[in-house]
């Protein structure tokens, strides 16, 4: 990304130009959410000005309407993902409600005590806590692929652990916490192999990979709108069809049903069996314009830009005294975790503020990863689109002042 | 810058780097874990209390500055106070973090009142006394700032 597109595309978010304690913000916890750009907050705007019905069921204009941007939304995100069918597509209220759907509507109906739910280290709480609520109720057992110093899995060790009694693998794209771009195309050939299917937590990487889950043969795929640029409260499960007729409704309601009688009720087609209740219309139109605009500044554009980034703030970080890089794998996200000797992440936080820079301290719902490195807490920068080389300098500026104040 | 030098005082880097009472208390005969999950910070506190009098107290854990210098600081004042006068400090401490004028003299707990310009780190300030309370007590399972 040239400095001029940079500049341009930075206008297109109206909170980047706002102050933070006197300072222009810099917003680096892009891993947490991501800004709206203009055309996002346009969308719902508009939604709400000028389409708002309920969907699915009036006859009247308006309803129509409101059911065609919902819908076509749908369709965006099927072309974003690069799914075979739109009905392969269920709205969410993000990725944590996607995994807690697979969990309790395939797990339910498809595990056995003795079975095995296969998740990594490095997975996000909301990757890990649907599976345990499901193995306490089915009996199914979780097992754990380790990571390794640097952040990634342990070779070999997915392959060990995979048996005939392995039902489902849990893995993210991109790790959170540590930025590891884990292989998941490598990951999922070889629990196909023993027959097991495999859930990818997108939830990182959408906004920063090109993902294709035909090409990736994964089973199910769930991101969150609100990384993406898109806003929150929406979000999207992918799942191949066949595996989506055969799994029970998640929850009951209006719109996922066909027919209702005190005696029986039949379930509506797919994709509305999933989607019981009035859903996020104007969240999912927004959404759908998030895509638009992600597609339009182009995802191998983002990621370079990004990976520049990245790299720009590892030259700095390693000649930084007393600064631990946590996740040093050389396939990485934008995402620098970092402690500095000496000086609590939440103390960083709270110093990098007052200067305008906005980063994560904390577990970052990862606390089995904290555990692994030892730590109760690291320091995250994370990058978007819009983040800019000054901002990785004042990032560092920040810093100095920290060791400044701490160290004397 | 000022309002952060209010948070951050020497004084409470003085704590930070060499906090008073860190260690165990074999002969304790209260003790409460406590537990931020915000920012995963863990402490132990352990008391001996005798005749409803704090005779010692000593903590340990690993924190940000503020919860380790505000362990540090209120096991320095908890040394010879009754448990209602341990309450007392508690509520006196709390006003002031929460930006009320404390209903008693705080003593050099007072170095502590910048966090009220911090509402994200109130929860870091109290993580010991809510240990205390717990302790106090005598309450085995972790008590939680949330």
């Given at each position: 990304?040239?400095?001029?597109?940079?500049?341009?595309?930075?206008a297109?978010?109206?909170?980047?130009?706002?102050?933070v304690?006197?300072?222009?913000?810099?917003?680096?916890?892009?891993?947490?959410?991501?800004?709206k750009?203009?055309?996002?907050?346009?969308?719902?705007?508009?939604?709400?000005?000028?389409?708002?019905?309920?969907?699915?069921?009036?006859?009247?204009?308006?309803?129509?309407?409101?059911?065609?941007?919902?819908?076509?939304?749908?369709?965006?995100?099927?072309?974003?993902?690069?799914?075979?069918?739109?009905?392969?597509?269920?709205?969410?209220?993000?990725?944590?409600?996607?995994?807690?759907?697979?969990?309790?509507?395939?797990?339910?109906?498809?595990?056995?005590?003795?079975?095995?739910?296969?998740?990594?280290?490095?997975?996000?709480?909301?990757?890990?806590v649907?599976?345990q609520?499901?193995?306490?109720a089915?009996?199914?057992?979780?097992?754990?692929?380790?990571?390794?110093?640097r952040?990634?899995?342990v070779?070999?060790?997915?392959?060990?652990?995979?048996?005939?009694?392995?039902?489902?693998?849990?893995?993210?794209?991109?790790?959170?916490?540590?930025?590891?771009?884990?292989?998941?195309?490598?990951?999922?050939?070889?629990?196909?192999?023993?027959?097991?299917?495999?859930?990818?937590?997108?939830?990182?990487?959408?906004?920063?990979?090109?993902?294709?889950?035909?090409?990736?043969?994964?089973?199910?795929?769930?991101?969150?709108?609100?990384?993406?640029?898109?806003?929150?409260g929406?979000?999207?499960?992918?799942?191949?069809?066949?595996?989506?007729?055969?799994?029970?409704?998640?929850?009951?309601?209006?719109?996922?049903?066909?027919?209702?009688?005190?005696?029986?009720?039949?379930?509506?087609?797919?994709?509305?069996?999933?989607?019981?209740?009035?859903?996020?219309?104007?969240?999912?139109?927004?959404l759908?314009?998030a895509?638009?605009?992600?597609?339009?500044?182009?995802?191998?554009?983002?990621?370079?830009?990004?990976?520049?980034?990245?790299?720009?703030?590892?030259?700095?970080?390693?000649?930084?005294?007393?600064?631990?890089?946590?996740?040093?794998m050389?396939?990485?996200?934008?995402?620098?975790?970092?402690?500095?000797?000496?000086?609590?992440?939440?103390?960083?936080?709270?110093?990098?503020?007052?200067?305008?820079?906005a980063?994560?301290?904390?577990?970052?719902?990862?606390?089995?990863?904290?555990?692994?490195?030892?730590?109760?807490?690291t320091?995250?920068a994370?990058?978007?689109?819009?983040?800019?080389?000054?901002?990785?300098?004042?990032?560092?500026?920040?810093?100095?002042?920290?060791?400044?104040?701490?160290?004397? | 810058?000022?309002?952060?030098?209010?948070?951050?005082?020497?004084?409470?880097?003085?704590?930070?780097?060499?906090?008073?009472?860190?260690?165990?208390?074999?002969?304790?005969?209260?003790?409460?874990?406590?537990?931020?999950?915000?920012?995963?910070?863990?402490?132990?506190?352990?008391?001996?209390?005798?005749?409803?009098?704090?005779?010692?107290?000593?903590?340990?854990?690993?924190?940000?500055?503020?919860?380790?210098?505000?362990?540090?600081?209120?096991?320095?004042?908890?040394?010879?106070?009754?448990?209602?006068?341990?309450?007392?400090?508690?509520?006196?401490?709390?006003?002031?973090?929460?930006?009320?004028?404390?209903?008693?003299?705080?003593?050099?707990?007072?170095?502590?009142?910048?966090?009220?310009?911090?509402?994200?780190?109130?929860?870091?300030?109290?993580?010991a006394?809510?240990?205390?309370?717990?302790?106090?007590?005598?309450?085995?399972?972790?008590?939680?700032?949330?």
């Amino acid at each position: 990304m040239n400095e001029h597109s940079l500049a341009d595309w930075r206008a297109q978010f109206p909170i980047l130009s706002r102050q933070v304690h006197g300072k222009p913000l810099v917003y680096l916890d892009n891993a947490a959410t991501t800004q709206k750009p203009q055309a996002v907050l346009q969308a719902e705007r508009y939604y709400y000005e000028q389409l708002n019905a309920n969907i699915h069921r009036g006859v009247h204009a308006l309803s129509q309407e409101a059911t065609d941007a919902f819908e076509l939304a749908r369709d965006k995100i099927q072309h974003f993902l690069h799914a075979a069918h739109r009905e392969e597509i269920i709205f969410t209220r993000g990725a944590t409600e996607s995994i807690n759907l697979v969990a309790h509507s395939w797990g339910r109906s498809h595990l056995q005590p003795g079975d095995e739910i296969l998740l990594t280290e490095m997975e996000h709480h909301a990757n890990i806590v649907p599976w345990q609520i499901l193995c306490e109720a089915t009996g199914a057992q979780l097992k754990v692929v380790p990571i390794d110093a640097r952040g990634g899995l342990v070779a070999g060790a997915l392959q060990s652990l995979l048996t005939h009694k392995t039902k489902l693998v849990g893995v993210t794209h991109v790790s959170n916490a540590l930025g590891t771009i884990n292989p998941v195309a490598e990951i999922i050939r070889q629990a196909h192999a023993v027959g097991a299917l495999v859930l990818v937590d997108g939830a990182q990487a959408v906004a920063h990979l090109a993902v294709d889950v035909q090409a990736l043969d994964c089973d199910f795929y769930v991101f969150s709108s609100h990384k993406l640029y898109g806003p929150t409260g929406i979000g999207a499960l992918y799942g191949k069809r066949s595996l989506l007729q055969d799994m029970p409704p998640y929850q009951g309601g209006g719109d996922m049903i066909s027919q209702v009688t005190f005696a029986k009720t039949t379930y509506n087609q797919l994709p509305y069996k999933f989607e019981a209740g009035t859903p996020h219309i104007a969240g999912a139109v927004g959404l759908g314009a998030a895509i638009d605009f992600v597609q339009a500044v182009g995802l191998e554009r983002i990621a370079a830009h990004e990976e520049h980034l990245l790299s720009y703030a590892t030259e700095q970080a390693l000649q930084f005294d007393g600064l631990t890089l946590i996740g040093t794998m050389p396939e990485k996200a934008g995402i620098l975790s970092f402690v500095l000797k000496g000086v609590h992440p939440h103390d960083i936080g709270t110093i990098l503020d007052n200067e305008g820079v906005a980063i994560r301290t904390g577990h970052h719902c990862a606390m089995p990863v904290m555990d692994h490195y030892d730590l109760a807490a690291t320091a995250r920068a994370s990058f978007a689109l819009y983040n800019t080389p000054e901002e990785v300098d004042a990032l560092f500026h920040g810093l100095r002042r920290v060791q400044k104040l701490f160290l004397g | 810058m000022s309002d952060l030098r209010d948070l951050y005082q020497e004084v409470i880097f003085d704590h930070n780097r060499h906090p008073h009472n860190f260690g165990p208390l074999p002969h304790a005969n209260r003790h409460a874990d406590g537990f931020n999950p915000l920012c995963g910070d863990r402490l132990t506190l352990r008391l001996l209390v005798e005749n409803g009098v704090i005779q010692e107290a000593r903590f340990e854990g690993a924190g940000c500055a503020i919860s380790t210098a505000s362990a540090s600081l209120m096991t320095d004042a908890l040394k010879g106070k009754t448990e209602a006068e341990a309450h007392q400090l508690f509520a006196g401490f709390h006003q002031m973090v929460m930006g009320e004028p404390p209903a008693i003299d705080l003593g050099k707990l007072a170095v502590l009142a910048g966090v009220q310009e911090f509402p994200a780190r109130v929860k870091c300030a109290t993580l010991a006394w809510h240990t205390l309370t717990a302790a106090l007590k005598n309450e085995t399972t972790a008590v939680s700032t949330e």
